[in-house]
């Protein structure tokens, strides 16, 4: 059972334009969301986070959205660069499980063209 | 900088042989965790260890075992490999529980059993 799921594989954004990332979840309990970036022969890396408080959060070129209501969250990088080319992993936690137990979503590549 | 060191990139082994999957963190980080990466299922956390000589399942620990003996060492053992534990595994650390302490992750290794 996926309990953090991200639909799009893959998505394709030229430079300077804006790229959305999706994440749906079903575990109402979940109170803390992660995202994640991966490039090809290295580990995730932590990119942005927001607490189920929040319904923004932005750092930068990114902001994350939270919409409870709908478990729903998105990434917004603005504006798309190259080196934002990666797999991006949304992440999600129960903050009074007491540990880092992450549920990730299967990941969307993201391709940004020059 | 945290540094989540796998001792080894690529692995070949074959089917039945017992496999050790090494890693180490230099920033004294209490929480440990082990996770293989699969197209089209994402992250999903094999086992992990909030300490010293502890450890808890993860969501898929079937096959697999782990130690920790060290703070800084999470070493992970597949007891009799089988081709279907071919993945890239991923091994993390993060700092106490606290919720803004994300994982750190090493760069993997990728597993294959022929």
């Known amino acids: 059972d996926q309990q953090v799921k991200q639909n799009s594989p893959s998505l394709s954004v030229q430079e300077g334009r804006i790229s959305i990332l999706n994440c749906d979840y079903t575990?109402?309990?979940?109170?803390?969301f992660l995202w994640y970036k991966k490039y090809p022969a290295e580990g995730p890396t932590f990119l942005i986070s927001i607490s189920s408080i929040k319904d923004k959060n932005e750092d930068g070129r990114f902001t994350v959205f939270l919409n409870k209501s709908a478990k729903h969250l998105s990434l917004h990088i603005v504006p798309s660069q190259p080196g934002d080319s990666a797999v991006y992993f949304c992440a999600a936690k129960r903050v009074n499980t007491g540990f880092q137990k992450l549920v990730f979503g299967t990941g969307t590549r993201l391709l940004v063209s020059p | 900088d945290v540094k989540v060191t796998q001792s080894s990139r690529y692995l070949v082994k074959r089917t039945g042989e017992k496999v050790f999957l090494e890693c180490v963190q230099d920033m004294d980080h209490e929480n440990m965790f082990w996770y293989r990466q699969d197209p089209g299922l994402g992250l999903r956390l094999i086992y992990f260890s909030y300490d010293v000589k502890m450890k808890e399942k993860g969501d898929i620990p079937e096959g697999y075992s782990v130690s920790r003996e060290k703070k800084e060492r999470f070493s992970l053992i597949l007891e009799s490999a089988s081709t279907n534990q071919t993945s890239m595994y991923l091994c993390?650390?993060?700092?106490?529980?606290?919720?803004?302490?994300?994982?750190?992750f090493g760069n993997g290794t990728r597993l294959t059993v022929t």
């Open positions: 575990n109402s309990m979940f109170d803390y």
């Open positions: 993390a650390s993060s700092l106490g529980s606290q919720v803004g302490s994300p994982l750190h």
